[in-house]
């Protein structure tokens, strides 16, 4: 067998790559060997097959599975001779001639074929030490949890028909609506059965407010405009119509803040549920302050290493991106032009996105590996059982798919493997405790999201 390189440029990799005619018959006639106690045919002991008649009957079958063969173990053995790491699967070009294949198949002709790959780069680290980050810190206030409680008081509030009266603040409504647009009803605009708590903000601004004063029975026709930034494209910025019924009006009874609140849901006293909000805040606080300081961390390591980065890995990182990218804008009916930017301009900034994911995968990956940080079995398992508990029924088929699949393991493995790699970090670079707000830590971070 001869492996020559032909090109090395950069991180790319090409080698001609020609197996003798000689060899790919030792393989076959080896595997055909080993075929004598497998196979069954009709006028043959076991074991006892010619080889010859095998060669006649499963040759072609046989050719086609050592080929395959040779290409996974060449490339295995180059990247071990040379000590590289392929970045992506290495590309193969074999004869495109089909009567060179048929060939090559029929044992008749050398296996010659191009074998190209992207290596993985080196990475040189930096020294984390010199990283310096600020933690968000919040403050429980009481008022917040009061909030909370009250909140809870209120989903669980009793309501009592009204047997007269108009439509009140606070009052919950039973209407039917039919919504229109330049007179024509939309997708969505209508139901029945709606529930509506007035004062609450559930729909649409001045909705809610023009109800004020029907009572059951009555009909009505109210206008509105559509919030610019509404989820539905179609709809944003809009002005309609919906023709309201009253079906039935419930006037709100008394909000009830005591030990028998907390009992309906499970706890034991008013103040064991305070203390089970504080727990749910501080969690919630603690979740985003760590992806805050984990977001500072990422964007000191992006600037502190710069290296080629394989150009395959970034496509396919891009293409990723782009195919989710696609998705939410088709489901949200929202077009390139309303976001303010082009398709072309969208494509370069996603791709500055991709590139930066790949540059930071690898740059934790090197991490990982010199410091010896791995996923445990303990830890995938813990993953795997959430990924089952999502899908309550079809735990069976979920866990087959886990199981042939090495790329969902891997997809299963990576996250976890990235947060035991922020945690080694996070003991390495200087962290300052900083008070915020609570709007200031759980402020939207778009650009965080898609980084």
Known sequence: MQVT??????????????VPLQELDQRLTERLASLKDEVRIKGFRPGKVPVNHLRKLYGRSAMAEIVQNTLRDVAKQTLDDRGERAAT?????????QTEADRILAGQADLAYTMSYEVLPQVALGDFKK????????????????KQVTQLAENGRAYEPKTGGAVENGDRVTLSYLGKIDGEPFEGGAD???TLRIGSGQ????FEEQLVGLSTGDEKTISVTFPENYGAAQLAGKS????VKIKEIAAPGELAIDDTLATRLGLESLEKLRDAIRD????QYREASRMKVKRQMLDSLDEMHSFELPPKMVEAEFQNIWRQI???????????????????????????IAERRVRLGLVLSEIGEKNKIEVREDELQRALAAQLRQFPGNEKQVLEYYRKDPDAISALRAPIFEEKVVDYLLELVNVTDKPVTREELLKDDEEAAAA
């Open 240 to 243: 309609a119509t919906f023709d």
């Open 192 to 194: 029945e059965n709606a």
């Open 326 to 352: 696609q998705s939410d804008m088709a489901r949200s009916s929202r077009t390139f032009e309303q976001e303010g930017t082009t398709e072309e301009a969208a494509q370069t900034d996603y791709r500055k």
């Open 89 to 97: 699967p290495p590309d193969y070009q074999l004869p495109e001639d």
């Open 280 to 283: 749910q805040l501080r969690n």
């Open 203 to 206: 729909f649409i601004p001045g």
């Open 131 to 146: 990283i310096s980050v600020e933690r968000p810190v919040v403050e429980i206030a009481e008022d917040e949890v009061e």
């Open 5 to 18: 390189e032909t090109l090395s440029d950069g991180l790319k990799r090409e080698f001609k790559v020609v």
